[in-house]
């Protein structure tokens, strides 16, 4: 299988970046099982030389950057450099395990060439993933099945990077399949595609509902994010709406979730002094309502913190008050308006909340209707509870970090509650693929979770990942509620974390030593 003609080779970049897609554009994630196959027989094609190894890179560069544009395109509504920065970033460590495979490949056993383009692509996607702030974990392979919840319940033990681990397998087996076309490549291929999905759907159909829940509202007041919008909308001013929305949460319910940011547009409330938050009582206690002692609110702020003389930390920024630090944060408020407990977003939005290469972009950031620049670092998971019940208060992004987002059960949540304010993207496909990946981080957790989104999409989560009921869409107001299921079981993947890629990680640095002995027993004609 080989492609030696330029639009050959075209058109093998244009199939793979349709399959490559199709997860990401609301269709089924299966066909990243042959995503690559086309880059693969391109690379057949080339020879061992520089000129070749330079064409490929080329071949494959475009594919790449391709697949992000076709995916990501609407960040450019907030941030027109975004789409290219998020598209050469990423480009570039998918770029890694296709490279090495291609030139091992050319140079030693096919096997290794295979290990490596396996162990080296999860490496870099972890890294890409672990970062502090050049992190933008969008498009890892494994999140790609998002839409597919009920092939990837094993995602329990493995995390998303298991489901990165089946996509290049299945590539690698079903490519060898139609090279040698042997049956026993052929059955190993239908194995690797087929055994993975029988094990899900196993594991869907056992997976036991809890005994225990908790009633949780979601609201969502659909508040335009940019000012001007606002304006336009004759929202200046939400807090009408909010009460009006709270009105119609059940007496009963345990927790009510308002959005990300939804106190910021409040101008009474604004930006929360942490020091200062008994000077918000009367209004959180009329924005709460006053239907039930027992129910508590979970409120998206902007918060901040006053250090004094002493920058306390490396985000601190100065004023005439001293320094202090800017956080994105989530309030746990009781009926009387008190706040109990303040959660800041630990997980921040590259060139919104966190500025990369501070000291040379510092007065760069992008403006999407909130707080913007390079706000504090949370530093620990909290869990916020209501009697008997416990719950992690998740902001936004922080849906696409699985081992993060594990850390709040890991702290004793029970079930989960995520805040969000997706308005800046519009009606496009970036706030429906938000939702749906947290519909695999309550795989591999076993959670509950309740998803209140300012302007769509809000609902609710089982631990399989089913959307509970009804599911309050773009531009929609209203609240929703449910019972949500709370567990404190303890998932593989809760203990072990990102051990997928941790393991290949070290795989892919003992391969690549085992190659440059290889290659040095070659020249010295050790070995033939």
């Known amino acids: ?85 998020a598209s050469i970033v990423g480009s570039f460590y998918n770029l890694c395990g296709v490279m090495v495979y291609h030139y091992t490949s050319k140079r030693a056993k096919r096997a290794l060439a295979y ?205 005439d008050r001293g320094y202090y630090d800017l956080y994105n944060s989530a309030l746990l408020i009781d009926a009387e308006g008190s706040v109990e407990q303040i959660y800041h977003k630990q997980k921040l939005v590259i060139g919104v909340e966190a500025i990369p290469f501070r000291s040379i972009l510092k007065n760069y950031n992008v403006d999407l209707g909130g707080v913007s620049g390079q706000l504090g670092w949370g530093d620990k998971h909290l869990v916020f509870e209501n009697g008997e019940a416990k719950v992690g208060p998740a902001i936004c992004y922080e849906g696409l970090y699985g081992n993060h987002f594990a850390g709040f059960a890991r702290e004793g949540a029970q079930a989960m509650a995520l805040i969000s304010n997706d308005g800046w993207w519009g009606d496009t496909p970036g706030h429906r693929r938000l939702f749906d990946y947290c519909r695999l981080r309550a795989i591999e957790t076993r959670r509950g979770i309740a998803r209140s989104a300012n302007t769509g999409i809000s609902g609710f989560i089982s631990p399989r990942g089913e959307v509970i009921g009804e599911r309050l869409e773009w531009d929609e107001r209203g609240v929703l509620t449910a019972d949500v299921e709370l567990r404190s079981d303890v998932t593989f993947y809760m203990m072990y974390g990102d051990w997928v890629a941790r393991i290949a990680t070290y795989i892919a640095v003992m391969a690549l030593l085992y190659y440059v002995a290889y290659r040095a027993k070659r020249r010295n004609k050790l070995v033939d």
């Open 115 to 319: 290990t490596l383009l396996v162990t080296v692509w999860l490496a870099t996607e972890w890294a890409y993933n672990s970062a502090e702030v050049m992190t933008f974990p969008w498009l890892l392979l494994g999140h790609g099945f998002s839409t597919d919840f009920w092939a990837v319940q094993w995602y329990e033990y493995t995390g998303i990077f298991g489901g990165t681990l089946w996509a290049l397998c299945s590539n690698i087996a079903i490519f060898e399949a139609l090279r040698t076309r042997k049956r026993k490549r052929i059955a190993w291929a239908a194995a690797i595609v087929l055994v993975p999905i029988i094990l899900s759907l196993s594991l869907y159909w056992s997976c036991n509902e809890s005994s225990r829940s908790v009633k949780m509202s979601v609201v969502q007041p659909n508040v335009p994010c940019y000012e001007d919008e606002r304006m336009a909308a004759n929202m200046e001013d939400p807090t009408a709406t909010i009460i009006e929305l709270m009105g119609e949460v059940p007496a009963d319910a345990k927790f009510v979730l308002l959005p990300e940011s939804s106190l910021a547009y409040i101008p009474m409330v604004g930006t929360v002094d942490e020091a200062k938050t008994e000077y918000y009582a009367p209004l959180f206690g009329q924005l709460h309502g006053t239907k039930s002692a027992d129910m508590k609110l979970i409120a998206g702020a902007s918060t901040v913190r006053y250090y004094g003389d002493v920058a306390a930390t490396d985000t601190a920024r100065e004023s």
């Open 1 to 85: 299988m080989k492609c030696t003609k330029r639009w050959q080779r075209l058109v093998a970049v244009i199939i793979s970046v349709i399959l490559l897609s199709l997860g990401w554009l609301g269709l089924s994630g299966l066909s990243l099982l042959v995503a690559l196959i086309p880059l693969l027989v391109i690379s057949e094609g080339y020879s061992d030389s520089r000129r070749d190894w330079w064409r490929m890179c080329g071949w494959a560069s475009l594919t790449f950057l391709a697949w992000s544009f076709a995916t990501i395109w609407w960040v450019w509504i907030a941030a027109p450099i975004g789409v290219a920065v």
